[in-house]
């Protein structure tokens, strides 16, 4: 059987372009928040307390939490070579940081509209955001409820995997959606693409694109399968190994000795075929056994 390839995140087109998925997510979202804040700061009046200004948090924080922190949080439960007792937590914790910040964001434009008697949730935008925060919620519940909970069996655990590993890359959908419509609304009501094509314009479609590059970026690098699969099975043997081992009588690295190989795989990971698991040479539940 062909071994697996070591970076499972280094696709053909990232490879020629000399870097991972990974790298190009971070990168491209660093990159995407530097450009909202210096168009926010150099063409929208910067940030405030009240009126536009106070309005202008709400991009920022929802790039910063939907651009920069979700789609890399998406990645880091499989594809940062870290081992697993720190790529989960890593993967809970900076999903909450993003809902959490998302939320934060959506006062801003809720105050916004209250000062100046504008209707709430009017808007395509509006909806698609909203929507996509909520489902968003939803699957952070759900995901803490199912793989770090001890609480859900690992019938439970193995049958929910692909599920909640498709659904995440659907809400990076929502989020580009939702990026998209929010700054070609903005440049709208602002008047500064047209008739006249300012900078204050070109900067702000700049800032989508690289959102709408790190969302793509993020999405090829989960779907997009390098070699074998990984087995969603071994994933939910692996986790519930982890939370009925008895307590950490040495280092945490112990537990490493379950984990199964990288393989790829993802969110369309597809079982490998049941020989593969019990050669043990290609993961599977074997692993965790
Ligand atoms: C990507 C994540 C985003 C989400 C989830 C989101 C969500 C929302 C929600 C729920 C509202 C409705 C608030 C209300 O009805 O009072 C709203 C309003 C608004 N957002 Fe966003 N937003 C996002 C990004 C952006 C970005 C990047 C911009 C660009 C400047 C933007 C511009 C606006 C504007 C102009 C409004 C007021 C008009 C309206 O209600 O449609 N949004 N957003
Ligand atoms: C907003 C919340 C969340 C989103 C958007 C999300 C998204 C994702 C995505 C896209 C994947 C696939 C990763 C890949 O194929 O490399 C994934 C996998 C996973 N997530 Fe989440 N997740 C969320 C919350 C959580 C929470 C709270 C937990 C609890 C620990 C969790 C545990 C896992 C596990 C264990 C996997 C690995 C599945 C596998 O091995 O194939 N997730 N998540």
């Not at 940081?97 to 100046?116: I, K, Q, S």
């Not at 049958?159 to 939702?178: D, K, Q, R, T």
């Not at 307590?247 to 000795?257: L, R």
């Amino acid at each position: 059987m062909a071994r697996p390839s070591p970076n499972p995140s280094r696709s053909p087109l990232a490879a020629l372009l000399g870097t991972t998925s990974t790298g190009w997510v971070g990168a491209l979202s660093a990159a995407s928040l530097a450009v909202t804040v210096a168009w926010t700061v150099r063409y929208r009046g910067g940030f405030g307390a009240a009126d536009k200004p106070r309005f202008n948090w709400h991009p920022v924080l929802m790039v910063a939490a939907l651009v920069v922190c979700a789609p890399n949080a998406a990645l880091s439960v499989r594809r940062w070579g870290w081992r697993r007792t720190a790529s989960k937590p890593a993967h809970a914790y900076a999903n909450l940081a993003a809902v959490a910040t998302a939320g934060a964001g959506l006062y801003p434009v809720f105050a916004f509209h209250a000062e100046r008697d504008i209707p709430d949730l009017y808007s395509l935008h509006s909806w698609i955001g909203l929507a996509t925060l909520c489902l968003m919620a939803a699957q952070w519940l759900l995901g803490y409820a199912a793989f770090y909970s001890s609480g859900a069996s690992p019938a439970l655990r193995t049958a929910f995997v692909p599920a909640h590993a498709s659904f995440g890359v659907l809400l990076l959908v929502g989020v580009a959606a939702a990026v998209a419509t929010g700054f070609t609304e903005k440049l709208g009501f602002e008047g500064v693409c047209s008739p006249v094509v300012t900078a204050d314009c070109r900067v702000g479609n700049a800032a989508a694109v690289l959102a709408l590059a790190t969302v793509a970026c993020a999405v090829w690098g989960l779907t997009h399968r390098t070699t074998a699969s990984a087995s969603s099975a071994a994933t939910a043997a692996l986790d519930s190994a982890l939370d009925s081992a008895p307590p950490a009588s040495g280092s945490p690295d112990e537990s490493s000795a379950l984990l199964p190989p990288r393989l790829g795989g993802g969110a369309f990971a597809v079982d490998p075929a049941p020989a593969a698991a019990s050669s043990g040479s290609s993961g599977g539940a074997a692993d965790a056994a």
